[in-house]
């Protein structure tokens, strides 16, 4: 497990002091999510969640966070096939 900044300490703290904070909790849980700590952060929208369903920050985190990793694109190509050759007159 990454170590916790202490910025993210000191909004967790915030946080339990402050649990209806709204735009505070998501503020955490973007930074949770930047630094990997994704089970954290869907914790924390999903308590946003709770507080406030249609919030539109939070439906946006939470789909960010269980989204699957984005890879760079494969540049396979396909091996290149002779054209065939051209048919001779009989």
Do not use: C, F, W, Y
């Not at 539109?56 to 054209?83: D, F, H, K, N, S």
């Amino acid at each position: 497990m990454p170590e916790e900044s202490p910025l993210i300490k000191s909004l967790r703290a915030a946080v339990d002091a402050a649990p209806d904070d709204v735009p505070l909790r998501l503020h955490l849980a973007q930074l949770l999510l930047e630094a990997g700590l994704v089970q954290d952060a869907i914790s924390q929208v999903a308590a946003a969640l709770q507080r406030e369903p249609g919030n539109a920050e939070a439906q946006a985190l939470i789909a960010r966070a269980v989204a699957p990793p984005v890879t760079a694109p494969a540049t396979a190509q396909a091996p290149a096939t002779p054209a065939p050759a051209p048919a001779t007159p009989a």
